[in-house]
C-alpha cells in the first residue's frame, strides 16, 4: 500500500503547560460575528469550533471582558451568566470531540461605538480611531473616546481577571490576553494612541504599566500556567503608530516573563526579522507564532512552509488562522499532503449563519483513503469555492 503521509514537525507533539497537544498546530483566534446581540455564543458556534478540534490548540475569537470593550455587532462576551453558559456549550463539544481550547480575551478601547455597546468607548487618550467602524446600522465615523481615569483602569483590570475566572468556569483550559492589533492594551502600548502623562504613558515603563497590571491580575485569578498573551510588534492595524527602534517590546516581554504565562503569541513573526528573534531571545516559555504572510490571499500551503521555517528558528508552536478557518481538518490534510480549500473572503465577518463558517468541507472519507493512495476518489472530494 503506498502511504504518502508527508511528515512535518507541526505534527509533532508538544506539551503547553498542563496540556499534551498532539500536534503544534494553533487555531489563531479569528472574530466571525456569529454570536447573538448579547454577545452569547450559540449551537453554531459549537459546531464550528467542534469540527476544528484536532488543531493541537484553538484559540477561541476576541470576546470582551465588559459591555463598554465590545468591538463590533456580533462579538461574543464573558461578563454574564448567559454568555459562560453559552460558551459552556462550546467548550463542551470541542472536549467531546478530542480538543482543547483557550479563550481569547479582548477590550477593544478605541475600536467600539455607543450604536454597538450602548456606551462612549474608554481609551488610554482621547484620540478617535481615524478609520470608519462597523456597527448595527453599517459602517460609522468613529466617536472620541474617554480617557481612563485611574478608577477606570482599576475596574479594567478587575474585569479581566473576573472574565479569566468565567472562562475556566466555561471551561477553557485558560485565556489568551490580547494585547495586539490596536485594540485596548495595544493602544496603552503605542505612542500615537497613548498621550497620558500619568504612570500610565509617557516611558516605556509606564506605557507597558498597565497590560502588565491585566496580565498580573489574571494570572492571579486563574494561575500563570493557564494565560498566554499575544502581541503584535510593528503592525498598524487600527490607526496604530509605533516606531521601529522602540524598546516597547523587550520592556513589556520582561516584565511578562516575571509574571510567568504559559506563552507569548507573537502575531505576523518573520523569522528573518528583528522582533521574532528578539522575543524568542527575550521570552524563556512557550512562543507561538504566527506566521507572516503578506498581504493578499495565504499561500496555497496555508502557511505551512513559513510555519516550518519558524519552529526551525526556535518558536515552539504555530498558529495559523485563514488556513483553520476554511479547512476544519487542517491537520488531516496537512498530514496527507493534501490540497486546501479555499477561502470564501466574503463570509469572514459581519455575516451571521452557517454559509462560509461551518460549511467548508472536509476531506470525504473515500477521498482520504485516496490521497493516502488506499484506493479510488469517490463522492465530492475536496471543494474549491
Ligand atoms: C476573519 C479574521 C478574524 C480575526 N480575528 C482576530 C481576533 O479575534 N483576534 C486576534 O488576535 N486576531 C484576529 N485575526 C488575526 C488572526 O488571528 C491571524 O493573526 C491572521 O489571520 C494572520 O494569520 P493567517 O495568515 O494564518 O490567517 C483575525 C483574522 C481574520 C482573517
Do not use: C, K
Request: hydrophobic fraction near 40%; glycine fraction near 12%; avoid cysteine.
Amino acid at each position: 500500500m503506498t502511504h504518502t503521509t508527508t511528515p512535518s514537525p507541526l505534527l509533532e507533539p508538544a506539551r503547553l503547560g498542563a496540556l499534551d497537544l498532539p500536534n503544534r498546530l494553533v487555531m489563531a483566534p479569528l472574530t466571525r460575528n456569529r454570536a447573538d446581540a448579547d454577545g452569547v455564543p450559540g449551537p453554531l458556534m459549537a459546531t464550528y469550533y467542534a469540527q476544528r478540534a484536532t488543531a493541537g490548540l484553538i484559540i477561541a475569537e476576541a470576546t470582551t471582558p465588559n459591555a463598554v470593550g465590545r468591538t463590533y455587532p456580533g462579538t461574543p462576551a464573558i461578563h454574564t451568566a448567559a454568555q459562560i453558559a453559552g460558551w459552556r456549550r462550546v467548550t463542551d463539544a470541542v472536549r467531546a470531540a478530542g480538543g482543547r481550547m483557550f479563550l481569547q480575551l479582548q477590550h477593544g478601547g478605541r475600536v467600539g461605538h455607543p450604536d454597538t455597546s450602548g456606551l462612549t468607548p474608554l481609551a488610554p487618550s482621547p484620540v478617535p480611531l481615524p478609520e470608519t467602524i462597523h456597527t448595527p446600522g453599517g459602517r460609522r465615523p468613529a466617536v472620541v473616546p474617554r480617557a481612563m481615569t485611574a478608577d477606570d483602569v482599576r475596574a479594567t483590570v478587575t474585569d479581566f481577571a473576573r472574565a479569566a475566572r468565567s472562562a475556566v468556569e466555561a471551561g477553557f483550559a485558560g485565556v489568551e490576553v490580547h494585547a495586539a492589533n490596536g485594540h485596548l492594551l495595544h493602544q496603552f502600548i503605542a505612542r500615537g494612541t497613548n498621550l497620558r502623562t500619568d504612570a500610565y504613558g509617557g516611558t516605556v515603563e509606564g506605557r507597558v504599566r498597565f497590560p502588565v497590571e491585566v496580565v498580573r491580575a489574571v494570572a492571579e485569578a486563574i494561575g500563570p500556567g493557564r494565560v498566554g498573551v499575544r502581541v503584535s510588534p510593528g503592525a498598524t492595524f487600527n490607526g496604530i503608530e509605533e516606531s521601529a527602534s522602540d524598546e516597547v517590546y523587550p520592556a513589556l516581554v520582561a516584565a511578562l516573563a516575571r509574571i510567568g504565562p504559559v506563552y507569548l503569541h507573537h502575531e505576523f513573526a518573520d523569522p528573518d526579522r528583528p522582533p521574532f528573534r528578539t522575543l524568542r531571545a527575550a521570552w524563556p516559555g512557550t512562543l507561538i507564532a504566527n506566521p507572516a504572510l503578506g498581504a493578499g490571499a495565504p499561500p496555497p500551503d496555508g502557511g505551512r512552509a513559513a510555519g516550518e521555517a519558524l519552529l526551525q528558528a526556535g518558536a515552539d508552536l504555530v498558529s495559523l488562522g485563514r488556513a483553520f478557518l476554511a479547512n476544519p481538518d487542517l491537520v488531516e490534510r496537512l498530514r496527507l499532503g493534501a490540497p486546501l480549500n479555499a477561502l470564501r473572503e466574503r463570509h469572514m465577518m459581519y455575516v451571521g449563519g452557517a454559509t462560509g463558517y461551518t460549511d467548508y468541507p472536509t476531506l470525504a472519507p473515500a477521498r482520504a483513503g485516496a490521497v493516502r493512495g488506499e484506493g479510488p476518489v469517490a463522492g465530492p472530494g475536496t471543494t474549491r469555492h
